[in-house]
């Protein structure tokens, strides 16, 4: 069974640019979650989308943005780049909140530069 | 709410001694606890979870952790610690499915396997 994909793997742009990091879940599953490692922070929890649906956002600006597409692959995108932007962005899928645990497994990650 | 607090940012062992990453909870109610592994460059990967049942929950790589709700604590262990365990591990929690899922992940705790 394949695992979670995320692509790129790596992604440079320049400050002021867009970004768009792109995931798909492991099959069956349909939350989708995105997550900032920046250097030193830790998992900063970004998004969540369920069946479509976004369900929660962490505490960032709304130049984070996403979706969630009917096969439950999702999207993020990061308007208006900063240069503390650069980070792994990972991607984790799980069930579903209602089909039981809630189990994240998580993608290898999209190493955004910004310079 | 819940949180989870990892204490020791670095854990340095030395090859076959014992690992031991601490991680202690707060929940309202019993939780879900999980650890994962993180090696250089990479995403996430699940090494163990407690949802329900028998306290002592193996993993794999041959780690194990103990919850306990006395100590609000679910501490990792591994008998002889191994070159390859070099790297950062995550633990978290997650409130019983049934309504909004949060997983809330602590800060990471770096092990390093001295030969």
């Known amino acids: 069974e394949a695992g979670v994909t995320q692509s790129p793997t790596h992604l440079i742009k320049t400050r002021g640019q867009q970004a768009t990091l792109r995931c798909s879940p492991i099959?069956?599953?349909?939350?989708v979650y995105w997550y900032q490692q920046a250097l030193g922070l830790g998992l900063q929890f970004l998004l969540w989308?369920?069946?479509?649906?976004?369900?929660n956002r962490g505490n960032f600006p709304p130049r984070f943005s996403g979706r969630q597409f009917p096969n439950y692959s999702s999207e993020l995108n990061v308007n208006a780049l900063e240069l503390e932007d650069s980070a792994l962005y990972l991607c984790?899928?799980?069930?579903?909140?209602?089909?039981?645990?809630?189990?994240?497994?998580f993608g290898p990650g999209t190493r955004l530069t910004v310079l | 709410a819940q949180s989870v607090t990892q204490l020791g940012s670095h854990v340095s062992v030395s090859e076959g001694a014992l690992v031991l990453l601490r991680c202690n909870y707060s929940?309202?109610?019993?939780?879900?606890l999980f650890w994962y592994v993180q090696y250089p460059n990479q995403g996430l990967q699940l090494l163990l979870k407690?949802?329900?049942?028998?306290?002592l929950v193996k993993g794999i790589n041959g780690f194990e952790a103990e919850f306990k709700k006395s100590e609000t604590s679910f501490h990792l262990t591994k008998p002889s610690a191994h070159m390859s365990d070099a790297a950062e591990y995550f633990c978290?929690?997650?409130?019983?499915?049934?309504?909004?899922?949060?997983?809330?992940f602590g800060t990471g705790t770096k092990l390093q396997v001295i030969p």
């Open positions: 984790a899928s799980s069930p579903g909140w209602t089909k039981g645990t809630d189990t994240q497994y």
């Open positions: 099959s069956g599953h349909t939350s």
């Open positions: 989308y369920d069946e479509g649906e976004e369900r």
């Open positions: 929940s309202s109610v019993p939780p879900y």
């Open positions: 407690y949802t329900t049942g028998a306290t």
């Open positions: 978290a929690v997650s409130l019983p499915r049934g309504g909004y899922q949060k997983v809330t």
